[in-house]
Antibody, heavy 119, light 106 residues
């Protein structure tokens, strides 16, 4: 089983940017279909972004398209979520998760990293 | 966009059966997946593709899907089953979650 290690959360002012990181304990994420899912305080799960099964495409929820960017590290086998123009509504616990390719569900989840947008 | 509905909460007596529904337009034509999330923890997959249990998930958890309703059934409910449960489907490159159901074991 893959253990996902997340980092990068914190407190950020509205309008600023933040980068989240997701890594696999012991080895790289190359070849895994990684997605990001968030959960606002006291709320449900909301899909944010993810790679296609072959890694060639990137998908985004309408609420973050144009502000969030998912990417793979070029030399570190991590997956990143770059978030820009953050608003109070982006305050949430952000999970990275691994999708079973072409099956549409997640069988591994990170523990989450908390992003708080506050002035 | 595709919308999913779930009851806000379900209560079940210890040792009895709980049914958690997930409603959607012709959801029976889609694959439905279920996650359990205990307080302060990451979600865990408990049912995938309507009826399948991942390794390590007790047989007490089962799923069905037909028409406009998918159902997660928890048999012989235990205190450890107290959690939020989310259904999820894939829809046109969007991954849609239901609003979640809080299960209380009394």
């Amino acid at each position: 089983q893959v253990q996902l290690v997340q980092s990068g959360g914190g407190v950020v002012q509205p309008g600023r940017s933040l980068r989240l990181s997701c890594a696999a304990s012991g080895f790289g994420l190359d070849g895994f279909v990684v997605h990001w899912v968030r959960q606002a305080p006291g709320k449900g799960l909301e899909w944010m972004s993810g790679f296609s099964y072959d890694g060639r495409k990137k998908y985004y929820a309408e609420s973050v398209r144009g502000r969030f960017t998912i990417s793979r590290g070029t030399s570190d086998d991590r997956v990143y979520l770059d978030m820009s123009r953050l608003t109070y509504e982006d305050t949430a616990l952000y999970f990275c998760a691994i999708e079973v390719p072409l099956n549409g569900y997640y069988d591994q989840w990170g523990l989450g990293t908390l992003v708080t947008v506050s002035s | 966009s595709y919308d999913l509905s779930q009851p806000l909460s379900v209560s079940v007596a210890l040792g009895q059966t709980a049914k958690i529904t997930c409603g959607g337009n012709n959801i029976g034509g889609r694959s439905v997946h279920w996650y359990q999330q205990r307080p302060g923890q990451a979600p865990i997959l408990v049912i995938y593709k309507d009826v399948n249990r991942p390794s390590g998930i007790p047989e007490r958890f089962s799923g069905s899907n037909s028409g406009n309703t998918a159902t997660l059934t928890i048999s012989r409910a235990q205190a450890a089953d107290e959690a939020d449960y989310y259904c999820q489907v894939w829809d046109s490159n969007n991954y849609v979650f239901g609003p979640g159901t809080e299960v209380a074991v009394l």
